[in-house]
């Protein structure tokens, strides 16, 4: 299983960036795929996630309606749109991924046990 995450880097409040999170090794189908943060001195947070099951997705409170997460499963590639960028969305992106089991897509977001893990990418965004 394999993730890596592209698309980080530096840009003014109120733009707009695209992450993408290219996987292989596994079924997306059996899966839940998630980006989650880190800021320096600040926890891992989940801030979007999908279900390869039933195309569900998760947001949370800090990013509903500036983030919308997709999946292109031709190219086994999940992204993450980032509008309206706020400096305090500066943060290493990391791209996550799960078997979904039972359980529902804001469970896994809420998850920072992911089994499988990118090394993430940075995402600075200067006021």
């Known amino acids: 299983v394999q993730l890596v995450e592209s698309g980080g880097g530096l840009v003014q409040a109120g733009e707009s960036l695209r992450l993408s999170c290219e996987f292989s090794?596994?079924?997306?189908?059996?899966?839940?795929i998630g980006w989650f943060r880190q800021a320096p001195g600040k926890e891992r947070e989940g801030i979007s996630c999908?279900?390869?099951?039933?195309?569900?997705?998760y947001y949370a409170r800090s990013v509903k309606g500036r983030f919308t997460i997709s999946s292109d499963n031709a190219k086994n590639t999940v992204f993450l749109q980032m509008n309206s960028l706020k400096p305090e969305d500066t943060a290493t992106y990391y791209c996550?991924?799960?078997?979904?089991?039972?359980?529902?897509?804001?469970?896994?977001?809420?998850?920072?046990?992911?089994?499988?893990w990118g090394k993430g990418t940075l995402v600075t965004v200067s006021s």
């Open positions: 999908i279900s390869g099951k039933d195309g569900n997705t």
């Open positions: 090794g596994f079924s997306f189908d059996d899966y839940a």
């Open positions: 996550a991924a799960d078997r979904q089991g039972p359980y529902t897509i804001a469970t896994m977001c809420g998850y920072n046990g992911m089994h499988k």
